[in-house]
C-alpha cells in the first residue's frame, strides 16, 4: 500500500505510514473523539425526542379517549400529556445512558 502523503510504500496491513506515520486504514484505527461525541449528541436528541413524542401522545390519547370518566378538560389533559412529554423524555436519555455504558 503507498502512502498518499510520502508515497512510500508499506505492507498492506500497516495501520500507520513507516515513514510519517500517516493513517492508512481508517476503520483499524476506530472514530475519533470528534465523530464520537458528534454521534452520542445525535442519539441523545433522537432518544429524547422519542420518548416525548411517545409520552406526549400515549398520555394524551389515553387520557382523552380510554380513561374518559375522569371528565378532565382539554386543558388538563393537555397539561398532563406535556408532562409526561418531559418525563419520556429524560426517560430516553436514561435508556440511552444504559444502552451507551456512559
Excluded at 57 to 82: C, M, N, P, Q
Aim: aromatic share 14%; net charge positive.
Amino acid at each position: 500500500m503507498q502512502c498518499p502523503t510520502c508515497s512510500q510504500f508499506n505492507a498492506a496491513t500497516d495501520v500507520r505510514c513507516l515513514n510519517c506515520r500517516t493513517t492508512l486504514i481508517y476503520e483499524a484505527e476506530g472514530h475519533s473523539k470528534q465523530f464520537k461525541k458528534a454521534a452520542h449528541t445525535l442519539d441523545a436528541r433522537m432518544y429524547s425526542g422519542i420518548g416525548a413524542l411517545l409520552g406526549f401522545f400515549l398520555v394524551a390519547g389515553l387520557l382523552k379517549f380510554v380513561f374518559t370518566a375522569h371528565w378532565l378538560s382539554d386543558r388538563e389533559i393537555y397539561l398532563a400529556a406535556a408532562l409526561s412529554g418531559f418525563v419520556g423524555s429524560v426517560i430516553g436519555l436514561v435508556f440511552l445512558r444504559f444502552k451507551s455504558n456512559y
